[in-house]
């Protein structure tokens, strides 16, 4: 009876070990578990942060670029003098004509042959012979004015053709309506379709002889 006593109670602290080993893995297990989940969590946090900061710095990082030289106006003839000034909301005598009326351009003379360049690159939109101006270029300028070339007597430009800053418009000449002039050119330049005085873009000076 003893001993059957004894082997119960050594068989129910066996039961009483072993349910308390279970137990206690199960608790080491669900702690190694939130051990992990907390770890990777953090590594998570650490990885975006990280990601966050290589972002803002391709955000903040501005891309150069390399700045093209601003184009400036150049003189139509090294050696020239001014005859007439424009006078474009003013009317004014034109003795050819024997007429007052505005004058929208400005009249510099030339020696004879003298090449005439233009005065900004742009794009050649008219060429024509006229009776009273001689030949007539007008060119589109890149800066979004118009330059008009009157008083020439010949050029090898044509419709759709594109001209560089300073390159050769033509040959001066003379035009009927200032023949008073004799050999020169007559420059007019448009802003937004309204005449304008040349002389407010490009650097004319009184006499440049």
Known sequence: MCANNRSNRILEVKKIMKSYNSKLTKKNIASMVALLVFAVAVIGITIGFASSANKAKEVDSPVLETNKPVESFSLPASEYTVLKEASVDKLVYMPSLNMWKTHNGIDLGVKENTEIKSVFSGKVVKVEQSTLEGVVVTVNLSNGMTAIYKSLAST???????????????IAGTMLSESDMGTHLHLELKKDGKYVDPTEFINIVSSNK
């Open 156 to 170: 090898t430009l044509k419709e759709g053709d594109k001209i560089d800053n300073g390159a050769v418009v033509g």
